[in-house]
C-alpha cells in the first residue's frame, strides 16, 4: 500500500530531522571548540541525505497512487501536506540547489567578516550574487506553483500567505505606527517626568536566573518531562517536541532581557510541546510555519509576559528567586519602555513592526527588480527616516548589513515575523471574548484556559491547514490588524 | 572511478554514525525525561538506515572495480577493511536480522525486570531463545569467513582474535591467578594488620572533584579543545573522535571511584582523539576493536593511575582540589584492594580476569551445546567456587544474570576485556625497555613520552592491521600473558 510506504518514508525523514535538530542544539550549548569541522561535514551529509530521500522520485509515484487509496481525512490530508512539501522541495532543479548553497554560504561568510566593519563596499558584489539568483529562485518556484515570484518564496515559510492580502494589513499598520510611535514616545516622556527610571541593575547570579526562569516556563504551562533550559550565544527554541531544548544567555547586572527571552522561547516551546503525537513524523503533523510559531511566541512574551497583570503574579517570583522587592510601578516602564533605533532585533512591539514593513517593501523591490543591491543603502535610509526619523546612511553595518537574512538567501521570510505580533494579538482578543476573565487568570498565575484554547485551536491544529485558514478558524476572520493596533493603543497610548 | 564512490559512501555511514554517536550521549547526559520513546524510534530508523547502506550489493561492486584501480597502499589497506567490515555485515540474511533484534530485545527486557529479583526461572526461557540463536549465527558466520563458530564471533569485536592463540593464554594466567589471589589476599593482610586501612571519605564537592578530574585528564594527554566531561547514571566514553564525550559520575562521599573511572575513560579518549584524520570516516581509520580499546583505557587507569609512582604527580593535584592531605601510604591501599567478589564489574586487576575466563569458556560451553541455558547457574558455581572460591547458586542475581551481555546477544564479547589487560602490561613493558625512565616521568607528571610511544605504535594504526598484528608490530611479540603476571607480581606479590 503506497500510503504505507509514504509512512515509512516520512518516518526516515523525521528520524534526519531529529538528528539534525539535536545535533544543532548540541553544537550550540555542548560541543568541544574543535568539533566544528566535523560536525559540520556530518550535518552536510546529513542534509544532503535528508534531501535526496526527501525528493525522491518514487515519492511522487506513491503519492499518485496513495490518492487513489481509501484514506481517511487525516490521511488526506497528510498526503495534501506531502504533496506540498515535495512540490516545494522538488521545484528547483539540482545544480541550482547547489549553487545556490554555495552563493549563500560565500555570501554569509563575508558578511561576517564585513559587517562589524561596516564594510559595504566589499560585501555589496556578494549580496547581488544572492540578489541574481533570489530572482531566479523565485521565478522557478512561480511558475511551478503558479503563484507571483514573492509569494511563492513566502510559501515555503507560511503556506497560503500572499502579498495580496498582506499589502493592505500592513499598509495600515504602517500609516498607524508613523504616528503612534510619537504619541507613544510622548506618553512615555510625560511617564517619566513623574516618576524617573529605576535602573533595574544589581547583581544577579546566573544560578537564580536560572531557577527563576524555570520557575516562569513551568508556571505558564512549559513540561520539564519534555524540554530543558540551557545556555547558548544566541537564545533559540531547538530540540524536538518529544524533547524541547530552550537556551537563553545571562547576564548577571540585569535580570529583565534573560528573563524575557526565556517566555519568548517557552511560547516556541509550547507549540512544539502540544503538537499532536500521533502525526508527529508527518509534514502535516509538525509546526505550520514561521508566523504561526512566532505567534505563539510573542502571545507569550508580549500578551501574557508584557501584560501588566502578568506581573502581579510574576512580580512576587522576581522577588523570591531575586532577592529584590521591586515595585509594579518600578518595573513595568522597563518592560514597556519605547525606543526608536537602527536595529531590528533591538526593538520594543511598537517600533518592531516598522523593521519588519521596511524589509518586506525593500526585498520586493529587489526581487521585482524595482531596486538594485547598489541602491540598499540609500534606499534603506529613506525608509528609515520616513517610518522612525533615524538615519543609516553612514552606518551600513547597522542599516541593510544588519540581518543574516539576505546574505544566507532567505528571502520571504521577514514578514513573519510582524504576522506573528499581528496573530498574536488576534487570538488574544478572540480569547478574551470568550474568557473575559483571562487577564484575573494571568494575574494569579493561571494559565490553563488560554492554554486550553491555544491548543485546541493552534497548537493541535499543527499543518493540518494552511496559515490563513488556521488563523481564520481559530479567530473566526482572516488577518486584521485592528487587534494589534488596539492593543498598542491600550498598552502605550494616550 | 569506484574508489571515490566507496569514499562518499563511507562519508554517508560515517555522518550517520556520527549522528548516532551524538545522539546516544546526548541522551545518556541531556535529553529530557520524556523525550526516550521518540529517540529511541529515530535511532532505530538511523540505524536501520545505516544498515541498508552499509550492505547495499552496489558497495561488492564498487569494491570489486576498486581493486582493479590503482591503488596506493593506504587505499588498498582501507579497501581492504572496508571489505572485511562489508562481509560482516552481509553475513546474515536479512531476516535473521531482524530476529535476532527482537528476540535479543525481548530477553534484554525480561532481563532488566527479572535481575533485581534474581528471577532466574522466568528469565531462563529468554536467555534460551537467545542461545539458540546465537548458535545458528555463529554457525552462519562461520561458514562465510571460513573460521570456527566462536572465531567468527569474535571477529566482529577484534578482527585476528582466534581460541587457537587465546586457550593457551587464558589457561596459562587462570592457573597463576588461582594460586596468586590468596597470596595477594595474605600479602595484603599482613600490609594491614601493620597498617590499618584509613577510610578515603570525607566530603567532596562534586564541582571540586569536576576540577580534579579535569587536571588530571588533561595531565595525562586529553585535549580539551576536542572533547569534554559530563555527568552520567552510567560512566562511559562516546561522541567522536574530533569531540570526545566522556562522562563519570561523582559521590560526595568519597573521590577515588570518579577519579579512577575518569582516569579509565580518558584512556579510551586518548585512543579516538588521536587516529588519523585523513582516514576519519573510512572503516581503517577508526578504532580497531574492543580489546585493543579496552587496552587503552585499562594502560591509563592500571599502567598509569594505579602506578604508585603516579601518586608522586597525583597526590599534590588531589590535595590542592580536595583540600586534604592524604599520604601514599593512606591512599595507596585503597588503589590497590584486592577482595574476592561475586561481581565483575567491581572486581579488582588481581581477580577481574577470573571472572572473564569464567564467562570465555561458559559462552564456549553454551555454543557448542557442551551445556545448556539450564545448566548455567550450576556450571557457573562450580566455575566460582573452582577460580575464587564464592559460591553463587543461591544467588542468581549475582551470578549468571548480572551481565546485560547475553541477554542482548553479545557473545565472544567478554574476552576483549582481559586481552585488554594483558596488551596493556605487554605495551607498558615494550614502553620500558626503550625508555627505562617512564616511571620517573609520569611521577614528574610528565607522559609525552609515554604518549608518544602509544601514538605511534596503537593510535594511529587505527584499523590498519589484525588485532594481533598490531600488537606484534607494536610490541615484538605475540600476545604473552608474562608481562601482565609479571606486573601483578610486581604490584601485589611477596
Partial sequence: MSFAKLDDHCRGLSALDHALSILGTDEAVNMAPGGGESRAEAMATLSGMYHRQATDPKVRDWLEAAKAEDLDPEQEIAIGELERSYVNMTCLPSDFVERKMRTSMKSEQLWRKARPKGDWTSFQPALEEVVTMMREEAAMRAEVLGLAPYDALMEQFDPGN??????????????????????ALAVQEENLSRRPLKPLSGDYPVERQKA????????????MNHGSLSVSDHPFCGGVPSDVRMTTRYRTDEFLPALMG??????????????PKDWAHWPSGKARGMSIHESQSLFVEKQIGRNPTFWRFALPLVDDHLKEAWTMEDLLPHVHQVKRGKI???????????????????EQELLSGAIETKDLPEAWDAKMQESLGISTLDDPQNGPMQDVHWPSGAFGYFPSYTLGALMAAQQWATILKTNPDVDAQIGSGDFDQVNAWR?????????????????RNATGEALNPAWFIAHLKARYGK
Fill in 162 to 183: 500572499r502579498t495580496a492580502s498582506i499589502n493592505p494589513v500592513f499598509a495600515e499598520l504602517k500609516a498607524f505606527l508613523v504616528d503612534f510611535v510619537p504619541e
Fill in 212 to 223: 527563576l526562569g524555570l520557575a516562569m516556563m513551568q508556571a505558564v504551562g512549559f513540561d
Fill in 262 to 275: 526565556i517566555l519568548h522561547e517557552t511560547g516556541h516551546g509550547l507549540y512544539e510541546q502540544n503538537l
Fill in 344 to 362: 531590528r532585533v533591538d526593538a520594543d512591539e511598537v517600533t518592531y513592526p516598522l523593521h519588519v514593513i521596511l524589509r518586506y517593501e525593500l
Fill in 455 to 471: 491548543r485546541d485551536n493552534i497548537w493541535s491544529k499543527a499543518s493540518t491547514a494552511s496559515t490563513p485558514d488556521i488563523l
